[in-house]
């Protein structure tokens, strides 16, 4: 069992930054990849960014390449989304996920992900 809590949201002007951590309780946390998604109001929850157990390989949908960077820290047992150049169309409730083994292309698929986090709110103002 794995419990996933975010913190670091709130409200940012445009162009600005938030860091997200994810902290994840348990002791195998380091078997997990991480995934980071993100539901607007009225939209479908989208895979936003994704990070492989050894934190070599990092995935990211088109929308936040270039502005958003993934990072995990084993020994803190914490995910990490970093977020610059903020848009008002970033704004969503951000999810972390962990999906056990997880590898490849799988990562972009919400139905990988065994464990979700609660979400924490990003709100960006134009």
């Known amino acids: 069992q794995v419990q996933l809590v975010e913190s670091g949201g709130g409200l940012v002007q445009a162009g600005g930054s938030l860091r997200l951590p994810c902290a994840a309780s348990?002791?195998?946390?380091?078997?997990?990849?991480m995934g980071w998604f993100r539901q607007a109001p009225g939209r479908e929850r989208e895979f936003v960014a994704a990070?492989?157990?050894?934190?070599?390989?990092?995935y990211y949908a088109d929308s936040v390449k270039g502005r958003f960077t993934i990072s995990r820290d084993n020994a803190k047992n914490t995910v990490y989304l970093q977020m610059n150049s903020l848009k008002p169309e970033d704004t969503a409730v951000y999810f972390c996920?962990?999906?056990?083994?997880?590898?490849?292309?799988?990562?972009?698929?919400?139905?990988?992900?065994?464990?979700w986090g609660q979400g924490t709110q990003v709100t960006v103002s134009s």
């Open positions: 348990g002791r195998t946390f380091s078997s997990y990849a």
């Open positions: 990070i492989s157990w050894s934190g070599a390989n990092t």
């Open positions: 996920a962990a999906y056990y083994l997880g590898y490849g292309s799988n990562m972009y698929s919400q139905a990988s992900y065994d464990y």
